[in-house]
């Protein structure tokens, strides 16, 4: 299989991967255009290497060669960085994104540096492509970018409590792969036949994974909460949190304003309980917890008398903390949150004698009630200081 037919092949495929996505209503607009944008770019990638290996050897086109090549070469690694944008979180891509651009930064001006100087690569007279000592540096660039690719995507995963499976990690393998082939043989396209491969099976999985992603939050949903509850068969704790007088903060401030406070408490939930449980939205204004295996365990370990209950009112009381310092930059979140808390053991862990709920869902009914409970003191409050305040007036 000549050089030419690996290419058509690979942007066949990528040109019916967007006619696709553009009839993909799972994925947001944003989303699908970052996905299309980042077919594009491999499209553009392969037509530009297949262009520089035909004219590889003919003097007539030294100029358009080497810029050819350069161009190509400035183009690699925003392909990391565009996939990383995919797949992580908005506040960890805030953090991350500065480290792409540094990244991209460097390998713009090496490019242009080649322009003037055979920094990166040579091309000699006869028109023939030849590696520096300081490709090397290209090469980290792409590796760190890749790097930097797979923590974006391990982060995100673990932060949602999304197992890390085959599926994805072969999409990595493949690209990895693709760029291993490229380093040892530049004269071989196989690497765009594994990138294409490796793009496919990180659609597809990404496709699995974001049908149990909440649109708005970015938390799992309520089918992933159903699923976690049916095979919860460990000892833990679930904690379920209602946003306080919602309906008013809609009525007063607008739509928007409840989007971006729902949105604002699910990134404080996940900064509390993100390394240590499974966090949903499970409804409108309500979220839930469910810790991760053995961390009642771990958590109580580290409280006097080992307090399973101070443990969790501890977590919940951060919770609220945190709520109460932004609800100071912004006033949609005064009203704060009603929490409510159960304690589900484990058969083979506790006697049946320790065991205060036969099932996880008793366990879910009891937090649920206790939020209640904790809603409606907040109600009580909410009237008696209005009712102060009148008087006042």
């Not at 492509?129 to 590796?143: A, E, H």
């Not at 310092?325 to 083979?348: D, P």
């Not at 366990?363 to 904790?374: S, W």
Request: proline residues 1%; hydrophobic residues 45%; charged residues 20%.
């Amino acid at each position: 299989m000549n050089y030419i037919t690996v290419s058509v092949i690979c942007i066949i495929a990528l040109i019916i991967g967007i006619f696709n996505l553009t009839e993909n209503e799972l994925f947001s607009k944003r989303k699908k255009e970052k996905f299309i944008g980042l077919a594009l770019i491999i499209i553009l990638e392969i037509v530009l290497d297949t262009v520089s290996f035909e004219i590889d050897g003919k003097v007539n086109y030294l100029e358009i060669y080497k810029s050819i090549k350069i161009l190509e070469f400035i183009i690699a690694p925003m392909m990391p960085m565009l996939l990383a944008s995919i797949v992580s979180r908005k506040t960890f891509w805030k953090k991350i994104k500065y480290s792409f651009f540094i990244l991209l930064t460097v390998n713009i001006i090496t490019q242009l540096v080649t322009i003037y100087e055979p920094f990166i690569f040579t091309i000699s007279e006869e028109a023939v492509y030849t590696r520096t000592l300081y490709t090397k540096i290209y090469i980290c660039i792409l590796l760190i970018s890749l790097i930097l690719l797979i923590v974006s995507a391990y982060n995100s995963y673990m932060t949602l409590a999304t197992k890390v499976n085959i599926t994805l990690v072969s999409s990595y393998l493949y690209m990895v792969l693709g760029m291993v082939i490229r380093l040892y043989n530049d004269k071989s396209n196989a690497d765009w036949l594994c990138i294409c491969f490796g793009y496919f099976i990180f659609l597809l999985d990404f496709s699995n994974r974001y049908l149990k992603i909440d649109s708005l939050t970015s938390l799992l949903n309520r089918r992933a909460f159903d699923y976690r509850l049916a095979k919860t068969n460990y000892s833990t704790a679930l904690i379920i949190i209602d946003a306080n007088n919602f309906k008013s903060i809609n009525d007063t401030y607008g739509h928007q304003s409840g989007d971006w406070t729902l949105s604002k408490i699910a990134e404080i939930i996940l900064e509390v309980y993100g390394k240590i449980a499974y966090c949903y939205r499970i409804g409108g204004d309500e979220f839930c917890i469910i810790l991760k295996p053995n961390m009642l365990e771990e958590l109580t370990k580290k409280t006097a008398n080992y307090d399973n209950y101070k443990m969790i009112k501890d977590l919940m009381a951060k919770l609220d903390e945190r709520i109460n310092e932004i609800a100071k930059e912004n006033g949609t979140l005064k009203y704060g949150v009603s929490q409510g808390f159960g304690l589900y053991y484990s058969l083979l862990e506790y006697p049946s004698s320790a065991v205060d709920y036969k099932s996880i869902k008793d366990v879910y009914k009891i937090a649920d009630e206790r939020m209640y409970k904790a809603k409606a003191e907040f109600k009580k409050r909410l009237a008696e200081q209005s009712k102060q305040t009148a008087q006042e007036v």
